[in-house]
């Protein structure tokens, strides 16, 4: 946003950490606008968000509000991908990706109601966030301006950000001898920068932050039980929960057994490779079960052409088209293959490891009569001879006509 264009208020995507702490007295000196802080509650936790109102209006915000979403989030966001089984490049389970739709939306409703006339965010020009952020706002308010100071300011570095908050008396965290880029909510906490910025480097223990190390769990393990209704998780043993307390509490069996913990090199939307590391306990357990659900209620066409979805799901929600037609009807499908994804699979944790140890569902397809070793009435073996009779024909054909392939031994030769 040029900077002779002059908002009188911005909202601003505030999560109290060093970069949004700096923008607050760095939009009142270069654009003369009030500064409404915003922050959407997806469960960083009491310690990210304790004094940071305060925080704020000691920064300069005219005014602040934080919004608890915890249940919104799980509830409109978490469980959709979960029941997409989307999951980014293998192995992340896009707990960063999945919250900022929610924040730009908590954010937009703020603006609006409280008569912004531009939006901010603090996200970095070679980051993913911008492009999440700002395509939510194209999606929600159209109409209000952006102003993304970092690309703007002569702030080059993280350092140069720690001096300036040093110089404007903001409090911050970081310092110059360890600083990582975390990001925290419900559904996981990811870890950037320092030594993780050379992929050549392990993670220190300093890194992570929620689990134990794997290796020093309790070498019994754990057993839990989960139920799903049409996809959704529902219950953790015998007690039915909300969306977030079904979270917690499998990210407190997660974390006391070392589950969740990946290490990535990814491919960022804007074109570069980035490392980072996170750990996602609760997430890798429900992402698991469900796996293992669906594996007993889907028929093989549905279930192999639900992972090819999977795979544009967690690319459409990690390049932050969210509020998209596409996420929609992808919607659409997803949730007409979970109508029988009902029932309940029991895992074990154990250092890092999850085993699982029973599925069960009154929508099974899995059928012992006919699964068996045992021949019985059920399954007609005859019926195998002209099975592979017309799904060969292509092959015998193709054998016919060009000679025989074996060595390499051809009719065109």
């Known amino acids: 946003m040029p900077m002779a264009m002059k908002p009188k208020k911005v909202a601003l995507a505030y999560s109290g950490g060093l970069d949004t702490s700096i923008i607050i007295p760095w939009l009142r000196e270069n654009y003369g606008s009030e500064v409404v802080a915003v922050c959407g509650d997806v469960g960083q936790g009491s310690g990210e968000l304790e004094g940071l109102e305060q925080k704020a209006l000691a920064s300069g915000a005219r005014e602040v509000y934080v919004e608890d979403v915890r249940e919104e989030f799980v509830r409109d966001y978490v469980w959709p991908m979960v029941r997409s089984g989307a999951v980014y490049e293998h192995k992340y389970l896009l707990g960063t990706s999945i919250a900022r739709p929610l924040l730009a939306k908590v954010q937009v409703e703020a603006a609006l109601r409280t008569g912004c006339d531009a939006l901010a965010h ?25 102003i993304a100071p970092w690309r ?72 839990v039980e989960i139920a799903f209704e049409q996809g959704t998780p529902v219950a953790v043993g015998d007690e039915r929960m909300p969306p977030a307390a079904v979270v917690e509490t499998l990210n407190r069996a997660g974390c006391d057994h070392g589950i969740g913990r990946i290490d990535l090199v990814e491919n960022r939307f804007v074109g570069m490779k980035s490392r980072g590391c996170y750990e996602t306990p609760g997430g890798t357990i429900l992402t698991a079960a469900h796996r293992e659900l669906e594996a007993l209620t889907l028929d093989r066409a549905t279930l192999h052409y639900k992972q090819k979805v999977a795979l544009d799901y967690a690319e459409l929600v990690y390049d932050g088209k969210w509020f998209t037609s596409l996420r929609e009807a992808l919607d659409g499908f997803v949730e007409k293959t979970q109508r ?34 045992t021949m019985g009435d059920e399954f007609e073996q005859r019926d195998a001879e002209g099975f592979i009779n017309l799904t060969s024909l ?20």
């Open 122 to 146: 603090g996200a970095t020009g070679k980051g993913n966030d911008q492009v999440r952020f700002e395509l939510a706002y194209k999606a929600l308010a159209p109409h209000l301006p952006v």
């Open 152 to 223: 703007e300011w002569d702030i080059s570095s993280r350092e140069d950000a720690i001096d300036y908050a040093r110089r404007h008396r903001i409090p911050i965290q970081q310092t110059k001898e360890k600083i990582y880029s975390r990001d925290a909510n419900l559904w996981h906490i990811s870890h950037e920068g320092a030594e993780l910025e050379d992929p050549a480097n392990a993670p220190s223990d300093k890194v992570w932050t929620l689990s134990v190390d794997p290796a020093a769990a309790p070498a019994a393990g754990t057993v």
């Open 340 to 373: 029988h994804v009902t029932g309940s699979v029991t895992l074990r944790l154990c250092q890092g490891r999850i085993d699982v140890l029973c599925r069960t569902s009154p929508y099974s397809l899995y059928a012992p009569e006919i699964a068996s070793f």
């Open 394 to 413: 292509p092959i015998r054909v193709r054998a016919s006509v060009q000679g025989d392939l074996v060595g390499g031994k051809g009719a065109g030769k």
